[in-house]
């Protein structure tokens, strides 16, 4: 919108490792990353959404903005969005604390997040959080420039992330490149870290164990190597 550019530009300037552009994202980045949403797709997140201008692609694509839930750090930017998108829910906070929000089973989360700035271990816990309420075979759909994926090869590790390539957007130099990130299935991290700690204090090897599910102990679920 006409304006955006100044206001995302001081933004910019106040905090650019947190912002991490100049200006906004471009419509068909937009179209890009809302691609296969529609009226359908149940609730979306989106993390870091700025200005709004992937989320106006959003709407675009039919996603009503009642299933929308915008996370933003930056209390400014969230008194923006609540103009622009009166039916989302806007929640100023980290993405890192989104289970904290009582958010799970989602289909989407969609992140304008400058990853490449963070440093890994942030990259971690806001994946993590991700993924904590993406329900199973849920994904997150991030941008970045240039054909790398802006998550490090030991975060992808870590948590056993598969990526693919969406799609890019030209002539921007280096191009907007868009990424589905996935999990191989459901990854619980509380039950993970507290493994993690148990094998930490006995000083067993860290191996593949099946564990009985706390709420349903006829069901086995798999617990990763940590
Ligand atoms: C590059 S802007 C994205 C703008 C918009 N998505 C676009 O593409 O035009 C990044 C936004 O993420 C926000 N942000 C940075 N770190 C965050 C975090 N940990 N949790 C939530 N929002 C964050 C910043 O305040 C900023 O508004």
Redesign the pocket.
Known sequence: MPGDFLF?AR?AFK?PG????VM??GSA?GRLMAAGLGSDSGPVVE????????TRALVNAGVPEENLTL????AQ?CALLCRRFPKARIVN????EMPALGLSNIGTVIS???LLNFPHS?QQE?ISAVFQVLAPGGRLVQ?TYGPRPPIAPEVRDALRLGWQRRGKVWPICPPQVCMNFTAPHPIDFRRRAAHRRRNQISGRNQETRHVRSPGNPHRIRQLWPC
């Open positions: 995302f933004r905090a947190q912002v991490g552009a906004p994202s980045l993390i870091g959404p700025g200005t709004g201008s992937l996370i933003e750090m930056d930017v906070a980290p993405a890192q304008g997040l400058p942030l806001i941008f």
